[in-house]
């Protein structure tokens, strides 16, 4: 079967370990591969500090096996990771690994790793260290790298390994892949001497590598004249900075030979349904594996025929049921009854807890709202009844339960409040009509010149992708549908997110008050924070 084995290795290996922090799992197989080129770590750095990361190997093995060895060593021997400077030590360590390669101690190091794991597969090179020197040049991996201190989680990433947070049970992107396809890595490819082709149906780099970031791949890193980040391949990583919050679960690392097979949203939930199950995370790890191996690679072409590694970490203190972000003091203060919701902030927090105190018919007195610098937001209200008494005892936790559930977003498949807020008045959003993407209904009983311009406009400034659009109505009341008036138009809206997955809870909230603010319109019953206030007469300072 050329490149593939006559039956996919599915002998996991394992590694997993626990804290009073977290909880970790990590599996990894060879599938269909004649060769395992991936790599993965996990250590315990400190009491409060963790360090996991997956590296994906091409063009041999080597270059992801001495990332797994040295990593750590070279990442708290950086100075700035003693300054406790943990961005900058990640971009530091993803170039170190380049440098210490390009060393004569590296390169023998390198020579020894491939000599080894050539040996125990069987297949050693005759030719000699000539052979080794050209291949130490021709090596890569890709690598995605999480450092957890405390509850601030620090990831670093090159090429298309990914790392995702299950928040609420929504998949949180880490990462962002680097595909030559992109305009900002082609235009750094092309400015550095190289060029993209598509070859066989994938775009690559000088008709080779189809990702644009890795750490290795030295002939493409030989240019004198350019820093190490406007290489054609570069080992610069992007990186992102998440403070883990309440409701969040777990985090999901993984090479691409998983999410070639699965959304980022897939396997949130896959996970997420394994460990409601009681499985443990190497247990969650390995079972998503088996679920994305193919049975045979020829009916797949390929897909769920590389090899495969996932790490799952969860998170203790953080799950939902044991996440106090919401609470309700009826003690504190002797006239009104305080509400304190501190949470990871977002577009449309506020109108949702808003929404959730004028369906109650409460008055807020006074608030107070604020995020900091790791965007959480704090948020505090005085409130009373409309008689201006405190809140009764069942009110009161009828508050906290309301504030907590339209907060926790489940997923778009239970997620009965979203089906029935977005689901009715001139503007909705259906989850449930097509099974690709998210449906957005705009009616408009007599439309202007540049309507449409600015639905696409609110649509595109919150990163929503229209994958296709159409116009129902015609103005002629004998040729048009009979539940649209005769001037009116049913714009209608197939759309994803910026990750190429439905909208979920946030997403749509956030979108449905743009549109209604944009177009004028605030007949749909989710109403917008300013006029919620109003309508109880409550009093806001910031």
């Given at each position: ?14 590694l ?12 990894a197989?060879?599938g269909?591969?004649k060769?395992m080129e991936?790599?993965?770590?996990a ?46 030590s ?46 130490r040049?021709l ?7 999480a450092?957890?201190?405390g509850r ?6 090159a ?17 962002h ?9 082609r ?6 001497g ?26 493409y890193k ?17 990186l ?58 020829r ?11 996932a ?8 799950d ?11 003690e504190?203060?002797e006239?009104s ?10 577009p ?13 018919d409460?008055?807020?007195?006074n608030?107070?709202v ?7 937001a ?35 498949q ?17 989850n449930?009509?097509?099974k690709e993407h ?30 296709q ?6 103005g ?7 539940s ?11 759309v994803?997110?910026s ?13 449905l ?30």
């Amino acid at each position: 079967m050329g490149q593939y084995l006559s039956s996919p290795v599915t002998e996991k290996d394992t590694l997993e370990g626990s804290t009073d922090d977290l909880s970790y799992g990590i599996s990894a197989h060879q599938g269909w591969r004649k060769n395992m080129e991936d790599a993965h770590i996990a250590h315990h750095i400190s009491k409060d500090t963790y360090l996991f990361g997956i590296f994906d190997g091409h063009g041999g093995p080597e270059v992801a096996k001495f990332c797994s060895m040295y990593i750590r060593e070279e990442l708290e021997r950086s100075g700035e990771f003693k300054a406790g400077e943990y961005e900058g030590s990640l971009v530091h360590v993803f170039h170190r690994m380049d440098d210490l390669m390009r060393s004569a101690e590296g390169f023998s190091q390198l020579e020894s790793i491939r000599k080894s794991l050539d040996k125990a597969s069987a297949t050693e090179d005759e030719e000699g260290d000539d052979t080794y020197s050209m291949l130490r040049k021709l090596a890569g991996c890709t690598a995605v790298v999480a450092l957890l201190k405390g509850r601030r989680l620090f990831v670093a990433n090159a090429g298309d390994s990914r790392a995702v947070l299950a928040r609420r049970g929504v998949a949180v992107p880490l990462s962002h892949d680097h595909k030559p396809s992109a305009a900002g890595e082609r235009a750094r490819i092309m400015a550095a001497g190289g060029f993209v082709s598509e070859v066989g149906g994938i775009t690559r780099v000088n008709g080779n590598l189809n990702l644009s970031r890795a750490i290795g791949d030295l002939r493409y890193k030989a240019n004198p004249a350019l820093e190490a980040k406007d290489q054609i391949i570069t080992a610069q990583p992007d990186l992102c900075v998440e403070a883990l919050v309440p409701g969040d679960r777990f985090m999901v690392l993984a090479c691409d030979g998983i999410w070639d097979v699965m959304s980022n949203q897939q396997v949130v939930d896959f996970v997420g349904a394994r460990l409601d199950e009681g499985l443990t995370p190497t247990q969650a790890a390995s079972e998503l594996l088996n679920a994305c191996v193919a049975s045979d690679p020829r009916e797949t072409r390929g897909i769920g025929c590389d090899n495969m590694t996932a790490s799952v970490v969860v998170f203790k203190g953080l799950d939902e049921e044991g996440a106090d972000f919401v609470t309700v003091d009826n003690e504190r203060e002797e006239s009104s009854t305080v509400l304190e919701v501190e949470i990871k902030d977002y577009p449309g927090l506020l109108r949702i807890i808003a929404w959730v105190l004028n369906g109650l018919d409460l008055v807020a007195e006074n608030a107070v709202v604020s995020t900091d610098a790791e965007g959480i937001a704090h948020n505090t209200f005085w409130l009373t009844s409309l008689s201006g008494n405190k809140l009764k005892d069942k009110t009161a936790e009828m508050l906290a339960d309301q504030v907590r559930d339209y907060l926790m977003y489940c997923t778009h498949q239970s997620d009965v409040k979203a089906a029935t807020e977005f689901t009715s008045g001139p503007i909705t959003i259906s989850n449930s009509e097509d099974k690709e993407h998210s449906v957005i209904h705009v009616r408009e009983d007599n439309p202007s010149p540049g309507f449409l311009l600015e639905v696409a406009s609110a649509l595109t400034g919150l990163n929503t992708q229209i994958q296709q659009g159409v116009i129902q109505g015609t103005g002629n009341c004998e040729n048009k549908d009979t539940s649209l008036g005769c001037d009116a138009r049913l714009f209608k809206f197939w759309v994803k997110s910026s990750t190429g997955e439905k909208l979920n809870y946030e997403q749509a909230s956030a979108l449905l008050f743009t549109l209604n603010v944009v177009l004028g319109n605030y007949l749909n019953p989710l109403t917008p924070p300013d006029a919620a206030l109003e309508a109880t007469n409550n009093t806001s300072t910031a």
